[in-house]
């Protein structure tokens, strides 16, 4: 079994088949993957935040944190590496919501949706196709990318796995 | 107000809030249980927001939590949270305690996860009526929100508080911890006071 390369936080990895890519216990945050089946390259990046507006200039020194700076820095990243453009798909899991009160002025618990939405969006702007997705709910993701079988899976506590 | 430039002075007199919250909090616990309750010394910490998924060990580890938000003139939120083995031997104490003759086996999930909630929305209830009184005025609480999943997913949320304006979180927390029991019960008390209300609160603790 391949080393996996746990993507931290903001982080963003790009590794070459047959290395796999890995975000442990994931909740409001997007792992989203970018691959290119033929270049043999995927990237991951673990989003935490929908938009990087009044972040100023810390969200370019960490571009994996916001969606809008993630989406093309990682883009930029895996075809730096040799992943053609044109050929890149997507696969993205992740923007839970992990706790509701109901009746309570809280905008950031509801984050993980508008994570994903906003995520969803670029992609659709860049001209990325995403292949699948496993978004939204109240349980937190395990997610593993394997660039042998280009699967994506997901594995969420006390429901087991699924690939995607 | 960055919160990576608080001075010494300013984390103590944080951690004298965790301290007089916590312990409100440990006897209100202790009262419901007829036990005592241990608390460590509190904490204050600047944690960087990357580095949250394993600064309480294992993002895989399973806890149960239970979350609260606090409003006023001062806004926070608080979470409660500890080993989901702890949680379940704290309800069969709590259920044991409070409705002796029934049989632990026959009480449904779902009483069981209302009791934990119960149990934490006392406890954070008791931290900010101490922080009320510290502070003057009142500050109004949610309904609680409980989850039970991955460590790592569950304070993903205090990411969410901090990450959009700075790099780092404020972390005010201690562990209360029961005495003369069988089972280890033990649980973490978590204030995450809002990146707008350092002002507010520095200000009335006269540390601004």
């Known amino acids: 079994m391949e080393k996996a390369h746990h993507v931290g936080m903001a982080e963003l990895i790009v590794v070459s088949a047959p290395e796999m890519l890995m975000t442990l216990g994931l909740g409001s945050c997007i792992g989203l993957v970018l691959y290119d089946q033929a270049a043999k390259i995927a990237g991951m990046v673990h ?23 993630a989406v093309p820095a990682l883009i930029n990243a895996v075809c730096s590496k040799g992943a053609l453009r044109s050929r890149l ?76 | 107000m960055e919160i990576e430039n608080f001075s010494n002075m300013q984390l103590d007199a944080m951690r004298e809030v965790g301290n007089i919250g916590a312990g409100n909090a440990a006897t209100a616990l202790s009262v419901m249980l007829a036990r005592t309750v241990d608390m460590d010394v509190p904490k204050a910490e600047l944690v960087s927001i990357y580095e949250l998924a394993e600064y309480y060990g294992d993002p895989l580890k399973e806890v149960s939590a239970v979350f609260v938000r606090s409003e006023g003139e001062f806004t926070c939120s608080l979470i409660f949270f500890q080993d989901e083995e702890d949680a379940q031997n704290l309800v069969d104490l709590l259920i044991s305690h409070q409705m002796g003759g029934m049989v632990l086996e026959d009480i449904p999930a779902e009483m069981r996860d ?95």
């Open chain 2, 114 to 208: 209302s009791a934990l909630t119960e149990v934490g929305n006392i406890i954070l209830s008791s931290f900010l009526n101490a922080i009320n009184v510290l502070m003057g005025g009142t500050h109004s609480i949610s309904v609680p929100g409980v989850a039970h999943d991955m460590m790592g997913a569950v304070l993903e949320v205090i990411a969410s508080i901090f990450g959009q304006t700075g790099e780092y979180a404020l972390i005010v927390d201690t562990t209360l911890k029961l005495a003369d029991v069988d089972k280890q019960i033990s649980g973490k008390v978590v204030m995450l006071p809002d990146p707008g209300s350092f002002e507010i609160l520095f200000g009335k603790l006269q540390v601004l």
């Open chain 1, 89 to 164: 798909k997507a696969k993205l899991a992740g923007g839970s919501q992990m706790f509701a009160l109901p009746g309570a002025e809280t905008d950031f618990l509801a984050v993980g949706s508008r994570n994903a939405k906003e995520t969803i969006n670029l992609l659709k702007k860049e001209g990325i196709p995403l292949v699948n997705s496993d978004v939204g709910g109240n349980k937190g993701r395990t997610v593993e990318f394997s660039t042998v079988t280009w699967m994506l899976t997901v594995k969420v506590l006390g429901k087991g796995k699924t690939e995607i």
């Open chain 1, 47 to 69: 989003i935490m935040l929908p938009d990087s507006r009044g972040a100023g200039e810390k969200a370019r020194e960490k571009p994996g944190k916001f969606a809008d700076t």
